[in-house]
Nanobody, 120 residues
């Protein structure tokens, strides 16, 4: 089994910054893409940022220039640096990872979510 544990959420004023972390542990042989998704109340879960195994990144238009995704493969951890936060960034943030298990199968795992609240 694989677990994804997120941390770093909280309450911040508009214009402020937060850094989210998500650490994967368990029966991991390798990790392909890792990403951050977010879901605001009453809304669907949408992609915020994703990073491939080779380090290629992709961002939602709404966060480009403000958010930076990175990863540390030695720690099986993905980060999301969020700057210039806006009220509309308020959401539960979920990390996801495409994990190659020790048995050789590829499976997507999700974290439990961490709340980010931006006060206006």
């Amino acid at each position: 089994q694989v677990q994804l544990v997120e941390s770093g959420g909280g309450l911040v004023q508009a214009g402020g910054s937060l850094r989210l972390s998500c650490a994967a542990s368990g029966s991991i042989r390798d990790i392909d893409s890792m990403g951050w998704y977010r879901q605001a109340p009453g809304e669907q879960r949408d992609l915020a940022a994703v990073i491939s195994g080779s380090g290629r990144t992709n961002y939602a238009d709404s966060v480009k220039g403000r958010f930076t995704i990175s990863r540390d493969d030695a720690k099986n951890t993905v980060y999301l640096q969020m700057n210039s936060l806006k009220f509309e960034d308020t959401a539960v943030y979920y990390c996801a990872a495409d994990v190659v298990l020790t048995r050789g199968f590829l499976k997507t795992y999700w974290g439990q979510g961490t709340q980010v609240t931006v006060s206006s």
